[in-house]
């Protein structure tokens, strides 16, 4: 197995999972912020914008993290740590 490419594979992953928790950090402020004014189209925007940065990252921490696991163990039940199950 070639250390770049799991390393790039790794890079992703944490890539994702920091976009994730950065949109979605942000949105809550955001909220919060406008909880005592109107929601207008722009706020409601600006949300569904949010939505779609964090779903999509999900989507790429998952499909990484599979690979992960995939290159590490070949989906192989008797390699798959504790740690690894529960993250599943």
């Given at each position: 197995?070639?250390?770049?490419?799991?390393d790039?594979?790794?890079?992703v992953?944490?890539?994702?999972?920091?976009?994730?928790?950065?949109?979605?950090?942000?949105a809550?402020?955001m909220?919060?912020?406008t909880?005592?004014?109107?929601?207008?189209?722009?706020?409601?925007?600006?949300?569904?914008?949010?939505?779609?940065i964090?779903?999509?990252a999900?989507?790429v921490?998952?499909?990484?993290?599979l690979?992960?696991?995939?290159?590490?163990?070949?989906?192989?039940?008797g390699?798959?740590?504790?740690?690894?199950y529960?993250?599943?």
């Open positions: 197995m070639s250390f770049l490419l799991f790039t594979i790794r890079f992953h944490l890539l994702a999972v920091i976009i994730g928790f950065g949109v979605s950090f942000f809550d402020v909220i919060l912020r909880l005592r004014s109107r929601v207008d189209r722009h706020t409601l925007a600006t949300i569904a914008l949010q939505h779609r964090v779903l999509s999900l989507a921490m998952w499909a990484s993290g690979t992960l696991v995939w290159l590490r163990t070949g989906f192989d039940a390699q798959i740590s504790p740690k690894v529960g993250k599943l």
